[in-house]
């Protein structure tokens, strides 16, 4: 067996951090210049690196941007067929199986986790031919803890004509009945067979992320198109011509 020498097992761990932070950084570089590539094939701005979540999505009210700080990562901001979009990286720590906060540090709250997901924000302005919706929530029914009826007033949505939707996902909404008209049977088959969909609407603005889940560069505009699918079904709009503005 191996011996490390007395004294030598500091230097070891040290080195094994600094082999794992270097790596971090790399991949985070390529990423980023990845997405930078992608921002420019889709006509949208690019900010790389850490920054201020914008105001305007900090300021809408979403569920998300309550759990953790508002900061988000290598934002790309533009239109694509027709709609205000932005994709971006967001992440917060929060202990295992609870919901994260802004204000409230973890302390000794037990096991931390770290989540970090893509998040697509689309702002329908103009509100297009269709349904409106006041606000709603959409998320899978095996997560953590989410208090987002409560702290928004929202109320419950059943759907019992689709059970293997209310197996998969819980729904709230400000106004539940037309939340329900909005999500008919081809809106309920697409979520059931891509289980894992969080969606947030607050008034013309819109999120739409999988929990813990970052987008490759190569996938990110699959993502922002199945994103505008889902919306486009559940306003009750015809599809948009796909590809770049």
Request: glycine share 12%; hydrophobic share 40%.
């Amino acid at each position: 067996m191996l011996r490390v020498p007395r004294g030598m097992g500091i230097y070891v761990f040290l080195a094994v951090g600094l082999v794992i932070v270097g790596a971090f950084l790399y991949f985070e570089a390529q990423r980023r210049d990845a997405l930078a590539g992608v921002a420019a094939q889709l006509g949208m701005t690019f900010t790389g690196g850490l920054q201020r979540l914008p105001a305007d999505l900090d300021n809408a009210g979403f569920y998300l941007f309550t759990q953790g700080a508002p900061e988000c990562l290598n934002l790309m901001r533009g239109e694509h067929r027709g709609y205000r979009v932005a994709l971006f990286g967001y992440g917060y720590d929060a202990p295992k199986g609870e919901e994260g906060s802004r204000d409230v540090p973890l302390g000794d709250a037990g096991q931390i986790e770290r989540r970090l997901q893509t998040v697509l924000w689309v702002q329908t302005p103009g509100r297009p031919a269709g349904r409106t919706l006041a606000a709603l929530d959409l998320s899978p029914t095996r997560g953590s803890l989410r208090r987002v009826a409560r702290r928004h007033h929202l109320s419950p949505v059943v759907l019992d004509h689709h059970p293997g939707f209310q197996d998969l996902y819980h729904l709230y909404g400000r106004e539940p009945e037309a939340v329900a008209r909005a999500f008919g049977p081809m809106v309920l088959d697409a979520l059931v067979a891509d289980p894992g969909w969080f969606i947030e609407a607050r008034g013309d603005q819109w999120l739409f992320y999988r929990i813990q889940e970052r987008v490759a560069p190569d996938q990110m505009q699959a993502f922002l198109d199945r994103g505008l699918d889902l919306l486009e079904g559940i306003l009750g709009v015809e599809g948009r011509s796909r590809g770049a503005p």
